[in-house]
């Protein structure tokens, strides 16, 4: 009996020391993880946020879908503005564009704070810079900027405004599948994709879209002005899309160029500090190595949300 009480004793302390070696190599991975988020936060901190310029050029990206909820939010952007236009080193501030639009209402937002930052502050100039698209309700942001950039082979334009839907009624006769639908108000479901199209409906939905579409076109006509050669080219404001080569000629841009040499050779603040709003370092770590180890960190250390870079 002697033995294997002998072995199992051996057994009991391998184990008790190998889980004391796990948890030791558990805490220096902690310690190993803030240290790497700690030298990130410095190296960002002292090469990313301009700190040593005395003029910088503010950028703040338009990306992808104009919506609320998107990184292109009205909520998002306007926040980045205030910020860059705060900042006492801005210059000029930089849309960096390259979005499809979204909806006119966060798009009138975004474009409303513009006028009213440069209102407030006539020494800043405001500047866009169209990537590869600039369209719908991105140009309407771009619009008003005090000049427009982009590239020969950029896409800008598409000003206009669409709703789509899909109509199902014949499907549903084919089917033998009867629509009901209870409501207060004559016209209430009118919008339905299960009944069928009403003229004096569709007619009413065709002037919502044109009075979307007049407002569009007076913004874009009041941050263009004379440049914007619509006299004589009416097809600029039907939806139709253009190349950037295209657009300079039509005044929808004023030049060719992307950030960098708007910031050096317009501006002359070649140091561009971006003050897009991104998630914050700790989020950005925990999407790098992908681990839930990593996103507990970020709980328990209080960072959520996201926060101005």
């Known amino acids: 009996m002697t033995q294997p009480i002998e072995v199992l004793d051996k057994l009991v302390r391998e184990m008790v020391r190998e889980q004391r070696s796990r948890r030791r190599f558990k805490y220096l991975m902690w310690i190993g993880t803030l240290a790497v988020i700690s030298t990130t936060l410095a190296v960002e901190h002292f090469t990313s946020d301009g700190a040593d310029a005395k003029e910088i050029t503010a950028r703040i990206d338009v ?9 292109a939010s009205a909520e998002s952007l306007k926040k980045s503005i205030g910020q860059a236009f705060a900042d006492t080193r801005t ?14 209402v966060q798009a009138g937002y975004v474009y409303d704070e513009i006028k009213r930052q440069r209102g ?34 950029s896409l800008v334009g598409s000003i206009g405004v669409t709703a789509a839907s899909f109509g199902y009624v014949g499907v549903m006769e084919k089917l033998g599948v009867e629509r009901r639908a209870y409501t207060a108000g004559e016209h209430k479901a009118f919008l339905d994709p299960f009944q069928p199209r009403n003229a004096d409906e569709t007619a009413f939905w065709g002037e919502v879209l044109r009075t979307t579409h007049n407002q569009f076109i007076e913004a874009v006509k009041a941050g263009r002005g004379d440049r914007l050669k619509s006299a004589d080219h009416p097809e600029l404001l039907s939806g139709l899309i253009w190349s950037g080569q295209q657009a300079q000629q039509l005044g929808l841009i004023d030049k060719l160029g992307d950030v960098d040499y708007v910031a050096r050779e317009v501006v002359g603040a070649s140091k561009v500090v971006d003050f897009s709003t991104k998630d914050n370092p700790i989020d950005r770590f925990a999407k790098r190595i992908g681990t839930s180890v990593a996103q507990e960190l970020s709980m328990s250390l209080g960072f959520s949300g996201q926060s101005l870079r």
Not at 63 to 71: L, R, V, Y
Not at 93 to 104: A, F, H, M, T
Not at 130 to 136: E, K, N, R, V
Request: aromatic share 8%; hydrophobic share 45%.
């Open 63 to 71: 990306s992808g879908p104009i919506a609320e909820g998107e990184a």
């Open 120 to 153: 407030l502050h006539t020494n800043i100039k405001v500047f866009a810079v169209i990537t590869d698209l600039g369209a719908s309700g991105a140009y309407y942001i771009a619009s008003a900027a005090d000049e427009i950039y982009a590239d020969k082979a």
């Open 91 to 104: 210059k000029a501030v930089v849309l960096k564009i390259n979005s499809p639009g979204g909806s006119p």
